[in-house]
């Protein structure tokens, strides 16, 4: 990849720079965890028994930890670290409920936690073809993603993707008795995963709605990524600007703006500012066919505005 930056209209290849180590790394993620991962930082250095994880985070949308860990050209199995640090928190739940409390000043319980959705994220300027191995399994809780340092203290973050032909992780579960177990309690969520037991016209019209929400991103300035989460589907641009709970007759759909700011002439969106729902924001508009997908169109994108 070439990258240029402009100076008084003349483009100019700013040169991609070399990391001394992870601890490079380490501080200049750790920095932004919050617009890289989305999550906050619980702990630093953190130890346990004999593994010291690098960093400790938490996701406030899934409510649920994340271990990052820092690596430079090191040829290790991936899949097998991975797997040992969500064992790990698994067995030490108890552990990073404290860390989190003793440093967010907060009043987390074991049952706020959702540990289905534990992931174990690892970060490198470069992975070895042995390491990316795990990325043919499309339902590991676990990720790769690439960093870049570039001059003038630019830094790029690129998550490497699971092709969409990919096998699920149950094939080596049943081979691994440590993956096999840790799979029983974390999973990840798929959109096959939603579109289950639904009836033919919601799988119609998630389709429709999915082409629609993407399409935003085609047409403005953000791209438009789909990730499912465990109780709805999320389309971001640089936050949630959409979520879609699937259900028997029909989608809900959360959008992420706040009371009084989405413009609704003719007030189909509900306010749910003051009662429960999946997904973000305080409107939720119920769908039930895709009559009116022209109109909500014009509603959602405001919320993408606003988050891209």
Known sequence: MVLLASRQGKLQKVHELSFRNEKEIQKVTETNLGEIFGLELVHSEFELDDFRIDTLGFSLETKSFAVIEYK????????????????????RRADCILAYNE??????????????????????????????????????????????????EHFGYDRLESPESGVSIGSLARKNN???????????????DHLEGKPEFIRFLYSDLADMLTELG??????????????????????????????????????????????????????????????????????????????IEKLVIQSYEKHS
């Open 72 to 91: 430079i050209g090191k040829n290790v199995s991936l899949i097998d670290q991975g797997y040992a640090y969500l064992g790990l928190i698994m067995s």
């Open 178 to 192: 440590v993956i096999s177990e840790i799979s029983k309690e974390v999973k990840v969520y798929t959109i096959d």
């Open 218 to 295: 085609n047409k403005g300035k953000v791209k438009v990524e789909i990730k499912p989460k465990k109780m709805y589907i999320a389309f971001v641009s640089k936050e949630n600007f959409v979520d879609l709970s699937l259900q028997k007759s029909s989608i809900l759909m959360a959008i992420n703006m706040k009371k009084g700011e989405l413009k609704d002439p003719l007030n189909i969106a509900k306010d749910f500012s003051n009662k429960g729902h999946w997904g973000n924001g305080d409107y939720v508009l119920k769908i039930e066919s895709d009559l009116n997908l022209s109109y």
């Open 103 to 152: 440093t967010r000043d907060a009043r987390l319980s074991l049952k706020d936690v959702d540990w289905s959705q534990t992931r174990v994220i690892f970060v490198s300027p470069e992975f070895t073809k042995y390491q990316r191995k795990l990325l043919t399994f499309n339902d590991i809780p676990i990720e790769l993603w690439k960093i870049s340092s570039y001059a003038n």
